[in-house]
Nanobody, 116 residues
């Protein structure tokens, strides 16, 4: 049974930082492309960042480039999202996604709220 469990969300003031984690189990983690998505009520889920199976390549949404960093530790079956210089518009539920040909798995999400 595949499980993706996000953690690290919470309430932070504008300009602050958070580090999200996604712990994976039940799949061959190192063979999956991994992504972070986010969603606010009434909007479609938005791709925030992605990382290749080896961690050698990354991509970011224009809105977070230079502020967020995606990384992974295949030995620990865990992916991370370091979020710096957070803005109120970063407020959303953040989801972990594991994807490869024919397979697509999602976590339950973790709430990030940026507010003073």
């Amino acid at each position: 049974q595949v499980q993706l469990v996000e953690s690290g969300g919470g309430l932070v003031e504008p300009g602050g930082s958070l580090r999200l984690s996604c712990a994976a189990s039940g799949l061959s983690f190192s063979s999956y492309y991994m992504n972070w998505y986010r969603q606010v009520p009434g909007s479609e889920r938005e791709l925030v960042a992605g990382i290749t199976s080896t961690g050698g390549g990354t991509n970011y949404a224009r809105s977070v480039k230079g502020r967020f960093t995606i990384s992974r530790d295949n030995a620990k079956n865990t992916m991370y999202l370091q979020m710096n210089s957070l803005k109120p518009e970063d407020t959303a539920v953040y989801y972990c996604n594991a994807r490869r040909s024919g397979y697509d798995y999602w976590g339950q999400g973790t709430q990030v709220t940026v507010s003073s």
